[in-house]
């Protein structure tokens, strides 16, 4: 039986199904535990997180309250504050084991104004029609920007302010849909999609770290629209260059970002947030980064939320010198380049696309394929999948929706699977088939 309890009420013995609250209130990575040690007693008790959800199937149950307390038990969560949050250990547990960690606690963000949620949440299935129309809209709108640009055209940025509101309306009704279509893009349209995507990322980072009004997550949908526009003042037979770079490429692509800041400094209406995060999306937390090796507090919070949608969203996309990889080897990837990211900021994107993001292929212990199809907070390990293939029998086999999280029966994911590995080829008709 799961029980919600006040954080004074744990104690050694229970079994913590849940931790509720900000990422930033407390210093457990991994729901799903047996608490017995006693620093680990201490540091839930005088976190900050809203509440805790025992399973007392599974551990001790609360000791019996005095009468008058009794009926606020399994409600009231008020406590008091300390404790500072471990986002490193965290990071470093998720670097060792990669598969099998960070099984980040859902953080609710703030409530979100009330004209994105006047159409209500929705499944994958019904948001994916109408995120696929944005998608592609939103590829025309970028192509015709950037085509612009090439030109040495100025931006007219409230001109993108449509396209962004749409796109944040679609993450309000579903989280996953429009950015589990924009991960799979072609080679030939990964410039103007990976703009849409990272557009994308940033309001569902922005989301999830909360906050932040409508204005702020606006001006970070246009930041993400905009932050590669100095490619195009790029030669294009380097942009598009299908192999390794040499070094004296590599040195004229590192000029993007101020090429990009200088045509938006001359442009009209563009955010001063968006001006930020095309010139610093590049800089690492550790002072390797260019253009100006910022370090640490030296890089706006929204640069570093714009450095880790952009490097996810470039792993994770077919590049003209670079086949995608699965997202969690991205994610993976991105855990073990200390120094690039700042670590709250990579917990906090985790936690907005998940472990296995919606539209991963996966492996599971029954020997059947699925892609992911939502995500489940409370254990991001365990998403809800939709069998579709025998491994066995190399077959198709009816779409099976399972919840790996309540309804396993011993099924589990064993890795992310490349679906091209198996033959199937035209993956991204194929999702749209299955999501829809
Ligand atoms: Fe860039």
Redesign the pocket.
């Known amino acids: 039986m799961f029980k919600r309890i006040r954080r004074n009420q744990i104690r050694s013995g229970m079994f913590i199904h849940a931790i509720e609250g900000s990422w930033f209130s407390h210093p457990f990575m991994k729901a799903g535990f047996l608490l017995t040690e006693a620093d680990d007693v201490d540091a839930l008790r005088t976190s900050r997180a809203d509440a805790v959800v025992i399973d007392t199937a599974r551990g001790l149950d609360v000791e019996p309250p005095p009468q008058a307390a009794r009926e606020t038990a399994e409600t009231d969560a008020a406590a008091p504050e300390s404790a500072p949050p471990e986002p490193e250990r965290a990071v470093a547990d998720a670097a060792e084991t990669p598969e099998a960690v960070a099984v980040p606690i859902h953080a609710p963000g703030p409530t979100p104004p009330a004209a994105e949620t006047a159409e209500g949440p929705c499944s994958l299935a019904e948001e994916f029609g109408r995120a696929s129309r944005i998608a592609e809209n939103a590829k025309l709108v970028m192509t015709e920007l950037y085509d612009q640009a090439r030109l040495g055209r100025i931006v007219e940025a409230d001109t993108l302010v449509p396209l962004v509101d749409e796109i944040a309306a679609s993450i309000a009704r579903n989280q996953s849909a429009l950015t589990s279509i924009l991960r799979l893009k072609s080679k030939d349209e990964y410039t103007y999609v990976h703009s849409v995507a990272v557009a994308a990322l940033m309001i569902n980072l922005g989301r999830e770290i909360g906050g932040f009004d409508r204005d702020t997550l606006r001006d970070a949908g246009v930041a993400g629209l905009l932050?590669?526009i100095?490619?195009m003042a790029m030669p294009p037979e380097v942009l598009g260059k299908p192999g390794d770079l040499t070094h004296a490429e590599y040195t004229i692509m590192k000029l993007?970002?101020e090429r990009g800041h200088s045509l938006l400094t001359r442009s009209r209406d563009v955010p001063e947030m968006a001006l930020d995060v095309c010139l610093h999306?590049?800089e690492k937390v550790n002072g390797t980064g260019y253009p100006k090796r910022l370090k640490g507090g030296q890089i706006t919070l929204f640069a570093r939320m714009g450095a880790a949608c952009?490097v996810y969203d470039a792993l994770t996309s077919n590049r003209p010198y670079k086949e995608a990889w699965v997202p969690n080897m991205a994610l993976k990837t991105m855990f073990g380049s200390r120094g690039h990211f700042d670590s709250d900021i990579l917990t906090a994107f985790i936690r907005s696309v998940g472990i296995y993001p919606v539209g991963t292929v996966v492996r599971l212990r029954s020997d059947h394929l699925a892609v992911v199809t939502d995500i489940n907070p409370a254990d991001l390990t365990r998403p809800v999948v939709r069998m579709f293939f025998s491994i066995p029998k190399r077959a198709a086999i009816a779409p099976q929706d399972v919840n790996l999280l309540v309804e396993a029966d011993g099924d589990a994911i064993v890795s992310s699977e490349n679906p091209e590995d198996w033959g199937l080829e035209g993956w991204e008709g194929r999702w749209a088939t299955i999501a829809a």
């Open positions: 932050h590669d100095g490619k993007h970002p999306h590049h952009d």
